[in-house]
């Protein structure tokens, strides 16, 4: 019925455009006033009046409870295992939530349970350095390329004579987070905690225990910074740095959180919960093409390609797609492919692109 619906109002549209377009090359003045009342008769929908989902909530519930009995018994993959609070995940934990611009939170399954956002943070600490420094800054100072190489990459910090990096991949999100503001550590962690709250629609906090572990396991990390510092691609001290990153990938949010999170940024910077504007529309399209270039790591590609929507991954077996004006989806389940991203996030939000017919690249047909 909806889609029925939604094609009428094309048709209407279409034939009204036509019309006018017609009359105007007949005749102006006459076309000025069929303009004129064509518009009054029949304005242009409200868009909050145009459902964010593409079906009633009581289908969208059922299509999350199939989806989940769907891949619930999936268990490819495996837990990441860099440390060992990231290992004592528990590899069956499943949740998937929606959040649409309207402020309706849909779920099931475990999506009220707590994780570390690990690499979920990229995209906002992304967006808080826009904010910080502007978009001609960063694209000078971190850039926006596809690396094509896993999220952890040194190789990927050598291959391109500018050095610049991705701000969805480790070393890009290291450099990333040291242009962002604040006169020393604690303003800097406290500022970004404030915008990923923001984000989030509620005091979400870093968990300890992840943060500590992180702290104890970050050779990795501090590799990365190291060769940005060496190339002047790090605008912090490297230690600093990377303490401020890691304390963003220790925040600990729930697939309902990320959800809104993603919905912010599906709402064009308004938290739909809280109506605040966090980021001009101007940034979350910023945030939301980065997500398209590398948010799946090396697997970014493939993923455009069968899902077709912004989407990122962290370690901790999260991942969240957004449909501009629409949704976002948030999926926890720890069992990671070898890419780093979540098997049965990817196939939920596969599934769920397939069925609502969500790739934003897809053309409808012609009637
Ligand atoms: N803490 C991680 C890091 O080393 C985050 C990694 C991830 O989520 N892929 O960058």
Redesign the pocket.
């Known amino acids: 019925m909806k889609e029925l619906a939604h094609a009428a109002r094309g048709r209407a549209w279409a034939f009204i455009v036509l019309a006018s377009v017609c009359v105007t090359l007949v005749d102006p003045v006459l076309s000025e006033r069929v303009l004129a009342d064509s518009a009054a008769e029949s304005a242009p929908p409200d868009v909050s009046q145009v459902d964010a989902l593409p079906a009633s909530v009581a289908e969208v519930e059922r299509t999350l409870s199939i989806l989940h009995d769907k891949f619930r018994g999936h268990d490819d993959g495996a837990v990441a295992s860099h440390n060992d609070v990231a290992a004592a995940a528990d590899p069956n934990a499943f949740g998937i939530a929606i959040a649409t611009v309207d402020g309706r939170v849909i779920s099931v399954g475990d999506s009220k349970l707590t994780f570390p956002l ?2 979920l943070s990229k995209p906002f600490l992304f967006g808080l350095a826009l904010k910080d420094n502007g978009i001609e800054a960063m694209l000078r100072k971190v850039g926006v390329y596809a690396t094509g190489f896993p ?2 990459s040194l190789t990927a910090m050598e291959v391109r004579a500018t050095k610049l990096q991705n701000p969805m991949v ?1 070393a890009g999100a290291i450099a990333v987070t040291s242009t962002i503001a604040g006169s020393n550590i604690e303003e800097k962690r406290a500022r970004t905690l404030h915008f990923l709250q923001a984000f989030a629609g509620r005091d979400v906090e870093p968990i300890r225990e992840v943060y500590d572990a ?1 702290m104890a396991s970050n050779n ?2 501090l590799a990365r910074a190291w060769v940005l510092s060496h190339y002047d691609l790090l605008y912090a001290e490297p230690y600093a740095a990377v303490d401020h990153y ?1 304390h963003a ?1 220790s925040v600990g949010v729930t697939a309902e959180d990320l959800a809104i999170m993603g919905a912010t940024l599906a709402n064009g910077g308004v938290n739909p919960k809280t109506k605040e504007r966090v980021v001009s529309a101007e940034i979350a399209r910023s945030q939301l093409s980065a997500m398209v270039t590398a948010g799946m790591y090396d697997h970014s590609g493939p993923w455009l390609l069968r899902v077709g929507l912004p989407a990122k991954s ?3 077996g999260g991942v969240f797609a957004i449909v501009p004006n629409g949704f976002a989806i948030a999926v926890y389940s720890p069992r990671l492919d070898t890419y ?1 991203n979540s098997v049965r996030a990817f196939e939920v939000i596969k599934d769920l692109s397939e069925r609502w017919k969500l790739h934003l690249l897809a053309v409808a047909p012609s009637q």
């Open positions: 690990q690499s999220y952890g480790s992180e990795g990390s890691l990938c962290g370690v901790s780093g």
